[in-house]
């Protein structure tokens, strides 16, 4: 499944029927706690292994509903107008964090949670270094928001599979609509 701004999910409120709550350090509560079970187990691997190394990392969102995405979409639209609120959120049946195969890492101090200085951090730097040997890539990565969509989000991970994400690493190919033959998808259609 690849969601990006050309490819909404379908059907577009897509409900994951097994979600679940991994155990790891949580940053959240209620839904955004959720992930598929495929990927809170890659997750579990994954947070245990950084805290091996010595890193901090917390699940700082996860799973997010279409009615979730829809009243934060609305939201922007109605304080920013329609046009500052695609830069700021994804439209709703749009986003990674709906299909339960992705979540955001932070770090458990917040300074520098969801901003640029995050990708200096401690767990973006090792996420970034290892999170593929648990199947996860950086799904968002710098200077490639013209295929994606998205600015870097250093904390921004998706599940592909342990296969396909070291794949990737080992041929350096940066985005999944790269990998896969997808067109670019700067923007909504
Ligand atoms: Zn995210």
């Known amino acids: 499944m690849v969601v990006n701004k ?92 709906q299909t339960g195969w992705s979540f955001d890492i932070g770090d458990g101090g917040g300074a520098c949670s969801f901003q640029p200085c995050f990708a200096e951090q401690p767990a973006a730097v090792w996420a970034k270094a290892n999170a593929h040997r648990f199947g996860f890539i950086v799904r968002y990565p710098w200077m490639y928001h013209e295929t994606t969509g998205y600015y870097y989000e250093s904390w921004h991970l998706r599940f592909i599979g342990v296969e396909a994400a070291g794949d990737m690493a080992a041929r350096g190919v940066p985005t999944l609509e790269e990998y896969f033959g997808l067109e670019s998808a700067p923007a909504y259609l």
């Open 6 to 97: 050309h490819r909404p999910l379908s059907p577009a409120a897509f409900i994951p029927p097994d979600l679940v709550q991994p155990a790891v350090r949580l940053a959240v509560s209620g839904e955004a706690a959720l992930l598929n079970s495929t990927t809170a187990a890659a997750a579990e691997r994954m947070f245990a292994a950084a805290a091996t190394a010595g890193v901090v990392m917390t699940l700082a969102s996860g799973y997010r509903s279409f009615v979730t995405q829809t009243s934060t979409y609305n939201g922007y639209v109605a304080t920013r107008g329609q046009a500052e609120a695609d830069t700021a959120s994804a439209r709703p049946g749009f986003s990674e964090h």
